[in-house]
Protein backbone atom coordinates (compact mmCIF):
# COMPACT_ATOMS: atom_id res chain seq x y z
CA UNK A 1 0.00 0.00 0.00
CA UNK A 2 1.08 3.33 -1.17
CA UNK A 3 1.09 6.21 0.96
CA UNK A 4 0.21 9.58 -1.14
CA UNK A 5 2.36 12.47 -0.62
CA UNK A 6 -0.34 14.55 -1.47
CA UNK A 7 -1.44 17.54 1.27
CA UNK A 8 -4.93 18.79 1.32
CA UNK A 9 -5.46 22.34 2.93
CA UNK A 10 -8.11 24.30 3.73
CA UNK A 11 -8.84 28.17 2.91
CA UNK A 12 -11.29 30.16 4.59
CA UNK A 13 -12.40 33.85 2.80
CA UNK A 14 -11.07 35.29 6.17
CA UNK A 15 -7.34 34.48 4.96
CA UNK A 16 -7.36 36.58 2.19
CA UNK A 17 -10.50 39.33 3.70
CA UNK A 18 -8.96 43.08 3.71
CA UNK A 19 -11.33 44.47 5.95
CA UNK A 20 -10.11 41.42 8.83
CA UNK A 21 -7.29 42.22 11.32
CA UNK A 22 -4.16 39.51 11.65
CA UNK A 23 -6.04 38.44 15.13
CA UNK A 24 -9.38 37.78 13.16
CA UNK A 25 -7.29 35.46 11.03
CA UNK A 26 -5.53 37.23 7.69
CA UNK A 27 -2.96 35.84 6.13
CA UNK A 28 -1.79 38.16 3.85
CA UNK A 29 -0.80 41.86 3.91
CA UNK A 30 -3.73 44.47 3.41
CA UNK A 31 -2.01 45.44 0.09
CA UNK A 32 -2.62 41.55 -1.19
CA UNK A 33 -5.69 41.33 0.31
CA UNK A 34 -9.27 41.85 -1.56
CA UNK A 35 -12.50 42.99 0.48
CA UNK A 36 -14.97 40.35 1.70
CA UNK A 37 -13.73 37.40 -0.57
CA UNK A 38 -16.51 34.57 -0.85
CA UNK A 39 -15.91 31.06 -1.14
CA UNK A 40 -17.41 30.70 -3.97
CA UNK A 41 -15.02 32.61 -5.30
CA UNK A 42 -12.15 31.02 -4.17
CA UNK A 43 -13.54 28.01 -5.60
CA UNK A 44 -13.84 29.13 -8.67
CA UNK A 45 -10.43 30.89 -8.95
CA UNK A 46 -8.75 27.45 -7.81
CA UNK A 47 -11.00 24.87 -10.27
CA UNK A 48 -9.56 27.27 -13.17
CA UNK A 49 -6.37 26.54 -11.74
CA UNK A 50 -4.52 23.23 -13.20
CA UNK A 51 -3.86 20.49 -10.80
CA UNK A 52 -6.10 21.45 -7.82
CA UNK A 53 -8.58 18.74 -6.34
CA UNK A 54 -11.48 21.34 -5.11
CA UNK A 55 -13.87 20.61 -2.54
CA UNK A 56 -16.35 22.82 -1.42
CA UNK A 57 -17.98 23.32 2.16
CA UNK A 58 -20.57 25.97 2.31
CA UNK A 59 -22.06 25.46 5.59
CA UNK A 60 -18.26 25.49 7.39
CA UNK A 61 -17.21 28.33 9.43
CA UNK A 62 -14.34 29.72 10.29
CA UNK A 63 -12.90 29.31 14.51
CA UNK A 64 -12.02 32.67 14.81
CA UNK A 65 -15.36 34.15 13.05
CA UNK A 66 -17.23 35.98 15.67
CA UNK A 67 -20.59 36.46 13.67
CA UNK A 68 -21.36 32.77 12.90
CA UNK A 69 -24.62 33.23 11.69
CA UNK A 70 -24.33 35.22 9.08
CA UNK A 71 -24.15 33.28 5.45
CA UNK A 72 -21.79 36.13 3.99
CA UNK A 73 -18.68 34.88 6.53
CA UNK A 74 -19.82 30.80 5.94
CA UNK A 75 -17.68 28.36 4.27
CA UNK A 76 -14.96 26.88 3.31
CA UNK A 77 -12.49 25.17 0.49
CA UNK A 78 -11.05 22.39 0.75
CA UNK A 79 -7.80 22.10 -1.97
CA UNK A 80 -5.47 18.93 -2.75
CA UNK A 81 -2.05 19.98 -3.33
CA UNK A 82 -0.60 18.67 -6.50
CA UNK A 83 2.12 16.20 -5.92
CA UNK A 84 5.04 16.93 -7.92
CA UNK A 85 4.23 21.07 -8.39
CA UNK A 86 7.17 23.63 -7.35
CA UNK A 87 4.66 26.72 -7.81
CA UNK A 88 2.09 25.76 -5.36
CA UNK A 89 3.69 23.79 -2.18
CA UNK A 90 2.52 25.67 0.74
CA UNK A 91 -1.13 26.83 1.90
CA UNK A 92 0.55 30.58 1.07
CA UNK A 93 1.48 29.88 -2.20
CA UNK A 94 -2.61 28.93 -2.85
CA UNK A 95 -3.82 32.07 -0.67
CA UNK A 96 -1.34 33.97 -2.61
CA UNK A 97 -2.85 32.46 -5.99
CA UNK A 98 -6.90 33.25 -4.86
CA UNK A 99 -5.86 37.09 -3.87
CA UNK A 100 -4.06 37.72 -7.04
CA UNK A 101 -6.65 36.13 -9.20
CA UNK A 102 -10.37 36.82 -7.59
CA UNK A 103 -10.33 40.47 -8.54
CA UNK A 104 -9.96 40.12 -12.37
CA UNK A 105 -13.14 37.61 -11.90
CA UNK A 106 -15.82 38.97 -14.20
CA UNK A 107 -18.19 38.36 -11.01
CA UNK A 108 -16.21 41.36 -9.17
CA UNK A 109 -17.26 43.58 -11.24
CA UNK A 110 -15.08 47.06 -11.04
CA UNK A 111 -13.88 46.43 -7.57
CA UNK A 112 -12.26 49.56 -6.33
CA UNK A 113 -9.25 49.12 -4.60
CA UNK A 114 -9.65 50.04 -0.50
CA UNK A 115 -6.67 52.09 -0.35
CA UNK A 116 -8.02 54.63 -3.33
CA UNK A 117 -12.18 54.36 -2.44
CA UNK A 118 -13.28 58.24 -1.81
CA UNK A 119 -9.78 59.35 -0.33
CA UNK A 120 -10.26 63.19 -1.32
CA UNK A 121 -13.52 65.26 0.36
CA UNK A 122 -14.17 68.39 -0.48
CA UNK A 123 -15.15 70.90 2.34
CA UNK A 124 -16.84 74.06 1.51
CA UNK A 125 -17.00 76.95 3.58
CA UNK A 126 -19.06 79.80 3.89
CA UNK A 127 -17.45 83.52 4.68
CA UNK A 128 -19.04 85.17 6.52
CA UNK A 129 -20.41 89.05 5.50
CA UNK A 130 -19.97 91.97 7.59
CA UNK A 131 -16.95 93.78 8.71
CA UNK A 132 -13.70 92.38 9.61
Do not use: H
Not at 12 to 22: D, F, G, H, I, Q
Not at 46 to 56: D, H, I, P, Y
Not at 118 to 129: D, H, I, Q, R, S
Amino acid sequence: MEVSKRRVICVYPAYLNANKTKAEGRRLNKEKCIPDPRWQEIRDVLEATKGFEVVAEPNKVYTREVDKETPTFRGRVKVTLPENDAKYKTKDDVIELCADLIPKLKTRGKAVPNNTANTETTVTTKKKKGRK
